[in-house]
């Protein structure tokens, strides 16, 4: 008699691959909307580009690892629209294409696909672009030939430059609203948190990664306020600029690279607020987004252990001769 066990989980939920990417998807629609409103035709190219790309790139990367590619599984477009709202409307096509490339190839397909690749894909593309290529990747730089209806400066630049003083100039509400230079989609605050509610109520994400993460920035925030309030911004500047809201409900969610224990989750989402806080007050880069979750993500089997497991039963199956 042999007894044959699989790996669990052993209690199917009823859901799919291409219902999560659907449901995610979905919830990008509001920000998406906004950035075509905004940029038109350009951010529509940018994001037809890296949609077409990434499914490309995982048919490619799928036959030279000798798997079975599905492209109707929603994997690929999801990663192609997810990776185009963080980039400038203005970002040339080869940009575009060796970006999207190395966030399937490199970020998830060469570690063994979905569900095996320990870092954020997306995360890894930006990030090899942000060090290959700055320039491109300059919101201020990006933006100043269109005629969008506010200040086109970045308001975590001014912050950087010229300190919390500066910023006043800036209305929370307006920049709420998405009324901000950055990622094309990645700036949509209010639209985002739209679709990131949609997630919770799906029950796509938990809620302990999101609500921990903006509980980080609050509170670091908070603290360098309460040391500088000249030089550092109040949380709630924080928390509608840059890319911390996508990073809330889209980066920092991603099943392969997140912890799946709740304790696991609420230092997570901790350590991802904190260190965003911490590279934009105490490093040259303004945002701190994509590094602070990447950073986080290598700590993700750590935490994973946090949990004690049951213990298994041991079962003896005695053979009759």
């Known amino acids: 008699m042999k007894l044959i066990v699989s790996s669990p989980p052993h209690w199917h939920s009823g859901s ?26 350009h951010a529509a190219r940018v994001i037809a580009l890296c ?65 095996s690749n320990p870092f954020s894909p997306v995360l890894v593309g930006m990030a090899i672009l942000e060090l290959s290529w700055p320039s491109h990747l300059n919101v201020n730089l990006n933006s100043i030939n269109y005629n969008l209806g506010f200040d086109c400066h970045s308001p975590l630049t001014a912050l950087k430059s010229a300190g919390a003083d500066y910023t006043s100039k800036f209305s929370l509400f307006e920049l709420g609203l998405g009324n901000q230079v950055g990622g094309i989609g990645s700036v949509a605050i209010l639209f985002l948190l739209l679709g990131g509610i949609y997630l919770l109520f799906r029950r796509v994400i938990r809620w302990e990664i999101p609500i921990f993460y903006a509980l980080g920035v609050t509170v670091t925030a908070e603290m360098f306020r309460l040391m500088d309030p000249h030089s550092f911004a109040c949380p709630w500047f924080h928390l509608v600029t840059g890319n911390v809201m996508i990073g809330m409900f889209f980066l920092s969610t991603d099943y392969s690279s997140s912890p799946f224990s709740n304790p696991g989750k609420i230092i997570f989402g901790l350590g991802c607020g904190i260190l965003t806080v911490l590279f934009r007050a105490m490093s040259v880069h303004e945002d701190g987004v994509i590094y602070a979750i990447l950073i986080m993500n290598l700590f993700t089997p750590m935490l994973d252990k946090l949990v004690r497991r049951p213990k298994t039963l041991n079962l003896h199956i005695l053979e009759e001769g």
Do not use: C, Q
Request: hydrophobic share 55%; charged share 15%.
């Open 16 to 41: 799919s691959e291409f219902k999560i990417y659907r449901d995610f998807i979905i919830g990008m629609i509001p920000a998406l909307l906004h950035s075509l409103y905004f940029f038109g035709m």
């Open 51 to 115: 949609v077409a790309v990434s499914v490309m790139s995982e048919i490619f990367a799928k036959k030279i690892f000798k798997k079975k590619s599905d492209p109707f599984n929603g994997s690929a477009v999801y990663l192609g629209i997810l990776f185009s709202m963080l980039l400038p409307p203005t970002s040339p096509y080869w940009l575009v294409m060796i970006g999207i490339f190395l966030t399937v190839f490199i970020g998830r397909e060469i570690f063994g696909g979905a569900g």
